[in-house]
Nanobody, 115 residues
Framework: VQLVESGGGLVQPGGSLRLSCTASGFTFRWYDMNWYRQVPGKDRRELVCGISSAGGSPTYVDSVKGRFSISRDNAKKMLFLQMNSLKPEDTAVYYC????????WGQGTQVTVSS
């Protein structure tokens, strides 16, 4: 089982990034998918957004509503996070999460928002 995130990097405030997560080794279309983030030095991961197994019912934490958009492509076994109007407080390691009968996690990708 693997979840591999990509697309992170350094961006200026107000900029955009698109994160991708590629899944393998399990039946992707059966799992609800989520993006979490963790600020370095903090031991808690924050649920940023989620999407159902069929691609509907996206949910977002209040701090990213209107700026972030989650989507998935079940045929390609991929999850996406479009992040616009980025703020310094969005700086974190972003993790892809699959939740079904069991949970799987990716290794994370660093997003840094700084001028």
């Amino acid at each position: 089982v693997q979840l591999v995130e990509s697309g992170g990097g350094l961006v200026q405030p107000g900029g955009s990034l698109r994160l991708s997560c590629t899944a393998s080794g399990f039946t992707f279309r059966w799992y609800d998918m989520n993006w979490y983030r963790q600020v370095p030095g903090k031991d808690r991961r924050e649920l940023v957004c989620g999407i159902s197994s069929a691609g509907g019912s996206p949910t977002y934490v209040d701090s990213v509503k209107g700026r972030f958009s989650i989507s998935r492509d079940n045929a390609k076994k991929m999850l996406f996070l479009q992040m616009n109007s980025l703020k310094p407080e969005d700086t974190a390691v972003y993790y892809c999460n699959a939740r079904g009968s069991v949970q799987y996690w990716g290794q994370g990708t660093q997003v840094t928002v700084s001028s």
